[in-house]
């Protein structure tokens, strides 16, 4: 079945540093990809998403690219803050499952150290 | 604005009680659904509806049971509550299309004594 595999945290880094979460799948066919954001106490939120191989979703500085041929999801940051701090999901589904029910990873956990 | 809202926002419970936790949408999203989040597991899918009195089954359903008797509306009953159920649990809408996002809840952090 389909599955999604994140690098395991938590993930400590100095403010500025530079970030990549690694994200994989398994899934038939062409997923849509996505990256949400968990700040502490609060829900999930979007981050920044891929619908098509080649595409690059772009949000408050986190960029991911679309990756068929690697089946890759990879999240990266130029310059870390210490507001970043929180858990971050990658997830998928299909564009043919109906009510885009959605698969996640187990998270992983950043923490930017001033 | 729109939003999604769960009740009660904490919930302390004895095992075998039965515990309904509420989540109501003002986004008149037909897709509703409830995950659990434990540490090393991600979030995981409990139950989901695409429309009204549509229920199914997600990965980790035994013990829990949905309604869906209007569009807003989608409580998560567990029947008789055991400590492998504390948890904290999300629920989340979304309008159907595979590329739309899902608007998340808050969470409701549930401790079964």
């Known amino acids: 079945g389909d599955s999604v595999t994140q690098m395991e945290g938590p993930v400590t880094l100095s403010e500025e540093a530079f970030l990549t979460i690694n994200c994989t799948y398994t899934a038939t066919g062409y997923p849509s990809l996505f990256w949400y954001v968990q700040y502490p106490g609060e829900g999930l939120q979007l981050l920044l998403k891929a619908t098509k191989a080649d595409d690059k979703g772009s949000n408050k500085g986190f960029e991911a690219t679309y990756r068929k041929e690697t089946t890759s999801f990879h999240l990266e940051k130029g310059s870390v803050q210490v507001s970043d701090s929180a858990v971050y999901f990658c997830?998928?589904?299909?564009?043919?499952?109906?009510?885009?029910?959605?698969?996640f990873g187990q998270g992983t956990e950043l923490s930017v150290k001033p | 604005d729109a939003e999604i809202t769960q009740s009660p926002r904490h919930k302390i419970t004895e095992t075998g009680r039965q515990v309904t936790l509420a989540c109501h949408q003002t986004w008149n999203h037909n897709n509703m659904f409830w995950y659990r989040q434990d540490l090393g597991h991600g979030l995981r899918l409990i139950h989901y509806s695409y429309g009204v009195h549509d229920t199914n089954k997600g990965e980790v359903s035994d013990g829990y049971s949905v309604s869906r008797s209007n569009t807003e509306d989608l409580p998560l009953t567990l029947e008789s509550a055991a400590s492998s159920q504390t948890s904290v649990y999300f629920c989340?809408?979304?309008?159907?299309?595979?590329?739309?996002?899902?608007?998340f809840g808050p969470g409701t952090r549930l401790t079964v004594l």
């Open positions: 997830a998928l589904n299909h564009k043919g499952n109906q009510g885009g029910k959605l698969i």
């Open positions: 989340a809408s979304n309008g159907g299309f595979s590329y739309n996002e899902q608007f």
